[in-house]
C-alpha cells in the first residue's frame, strides 16, 4: 500500500540554491561573490518576499548563508533540505534525467563557437534555405531575432544558434518559413545529431511573428529530443499500469519515454500551473505520479540575466502555491524542486552548476523539519519506493522521513 496515493513534483527551472562543491569544474564560476547561488544572490541584491515557500521550510534549508528575506519557520509546515548533482552536466536534460535516476557520466555536447561547417552545410542542403553564419553561436534567443530576424525576412534565409544547453535551435518567421517546414528542418536536424562528435540533447524549433523592433516568440516551439538511455523511474512508474503526467516540457524533455498522459506545453508558468491544477482535479487521476516544469525562471530571466524579472516570477509562483496545496487530496505529496541553476547576477548568460532545493508538503504529515543533504536521484528513489516500483541506476529514498 502506498504512503501517498498521488506525488506532484514541480520543477522551477533553474532556481538553485548555492553553488555545488564541484562547481569549478564546470565553465561560467568563480565571480561575483566567489560563487553561484540564484536564491541568495537575487535575495541579496533585489530581495524576495515568498511566504508559502518559507512556510513549507525554504529558509530552514542548511547553507553557509541564509536567504536575506526568507527566515527559518519554527514550525515549518513541512520538510526541506538541497540536493547535489552526480551526473557531468548543468543543463535542463541532465538534471530531468538525475531526477528520475539516471547517472549521466558523459555529458551531450556543446557549440561554444557554434556548430561545425559540416552541420550547416547538411542543414542548408537538405532545406534549400542558406543559414546566416553569424548568428551561428551561443545566443539569447530574443536577441538573436531581433538581430537577424529582419534579415531573415528579406532573404528567407534559417536562423541557427545554441546556447549553454546541449542545443540547436531554428528561429524562423512563421510568415516567412511555415510550420510545416521549420519542423521537418528541425527533424533531419535531429537525425544528424544522434552521435559523437555532436551528440545533442535536444533539437528546438523556434518561430515567431511580428515585425522588426516587434518580434514575438509563438507557443508554436516543438523539441525534438532524444530518449533516456536507460529507464528511469517514470518508466517503472508506466509499465507497472501507474498513471504519469507530464505539464510542459516534461514530455519533451523524456521524447516521451514513460508518460502516459501530456498535458501539453505552458504559454507561461501561470499557466502551467493552471494545467497542473486541471490535472490533479481530473477525476481520472486518482493514483499516480504528476511531473511539472515551469522553465520561465530559467528562459526569461535567467537566461537574460534579470534579477528583478526572476524575483517577480518567484514571487508569482508563491502566490498561486496555495491553489496548488488547495487541489491536493489529504493523502497527496507536493515536492518543489529545480534542475540546475542560473544565477541573473553572474557574469555570462550560462547555467550555473548549483545545489537544488527540495520541499516537500503533504495535508497528511504530522511532523516537519529537514532532511538530510542528498542528491538529485534521492527525488526519483522516494517515488519509486512510494510506488512499490524498482529504482532506476541512482538513487537513496527518503520516502521514511516524511511523516
Not at 534555405?129 to 530576424?149: H, L
Amino acid at each position: 500500500m502506498s504512503k501517498f496515493d498521488r506525488i506532484h513534483l514541480v520543477v522551477l527551472d533553474s532556481v538553485g540554491i548555492g553553488a555545488a562543491p564541484d562547481a569549478n569544474n564546470f565553465s561560467n564560476a568563480g565571480v561575483p561573490d566567489g560563487a553561484s547561488d540564484t536564491l541568495g544572490h537575487i535575495s541579496k541584491t533585489v530581495g524576495l518576499d515568498v511566504p508559502n515557500m518559507a512556510k513549507i521550510g525554504l529558509g530552514n534549508i542548511p547553507r553557509p548563508q541564509a536567504l536575506k528575506t526568507v527566515s527559518a519557520e519554527s514550525n515549518p509546515s513541512g520538510y526541506a533540505t538541497k540536493l547535489e548533482e552526480v551526473s557531468l552536466g548543468k543543463d535542463t536534460m541532465t538534471g530531468h534525467w538525475e531526477i528520475m535516476g539516471l547517472n549521466i557520466t558523459e555529458p551531450f555536447d556543446t557549440f561554444w563557437d557554434g556548430f561545425p561547417e559540416e552541420i550547416i552545410t547538411k542543414i542548408e542542403e537538405f532545406s534549400g534555405r542558406k543559414v546566416i553564419r553569424e548568428a551561428n553561436k551561443p545566443y539569447s534567443g530574443t536577441q538573436v531575432i531581433a538581430d537577424f530576424g529582419p534579415r531573415q525576412m528579406e532573404t528567407g534565409e534559417l536562423i541557427i544558434y545554441t546556447s549553454a544547453d546541449p542545443v540547436l535551435q531554428i528561429a524562423a518567421h512563421e510568415d516567412i518559413i511555415p510550420l510545416d517546414e521549420l519542423y521537418r528542418i528541425c527533424e533531419y536536424a535531429r537525425s544528424i545529431t544522434l552521435e559523437r562528435p555532436a551528440l545533442l540533447g535536444r533539437i528546438i524549433a523556434r518561430p515567431y511573428v511580428g515585425e522588426p523592433g516587434n518580434f514575438t516568440r509563438t507557443a508554436n516551439r516543438r523539441d525534438l529530443a532524444v530518449s533516456p538511455f536507460a529507464p528511469t523511474v517514470l518508466n517503472k512508474l508506466d509499465e507497472a499500469g501507474i498513471d504519469t503526467y507530464a505539464v510542459g516540457k516534461i514530455n519533451d524533455i523524456f521524447n516521451g519515454s514513460g508518460i502516459n498522459h501530456d498535458m501539453g506545453h505552458n504559454k507561461s508558468n501561470s499557466h502551467g500551473v493552471d494545467n497542473l491544477i486541471k490535472a490533479m482535479k481530473s477525476p481520472d487521476f486518482e493514483y499516480g505520479f504528476s511531473f511539472t516544469n515551469l522553465v520561465d525562471f530559467d528562459a526569461l530571466y535567467g537566461h537574460r540575466r534579470n534579477a528583478h524579472g526572476y524575483r517577480d516570477c518567484l514571487q508569482e509562483f508563491d502566490g498561486r502555491l496555495p491553489e496548488i496545496i488547495a487541489a491536493m487530496g489529504d493523502n497527496d505529496l507536493l515536492m518543489i524542486t529545480a534542475d540546475h541553476g542560473n544565477d541573473p547576477t553572474y557574469a555570462g548568460t550560462d547555467h550555473t552548476r548549483e545545489y537544488i532545493p527540495l520541499l516537500a508538503y503533504s495535508p497528511a504529515f504530522k511532523g516537519n523539519g529537514t532532511i538530510p543533504v542528498g542528491h538529485y536521484s534521492d527525488i526519483s528513489a522516494t517515488i519509486a519506493e512510494n510506488f512499490g516500483v524498482d529504482t532506476a541506476m541512482i538513487g537513496q529514498s527518503f520516502l521514511d522521513q516524511l511523516v
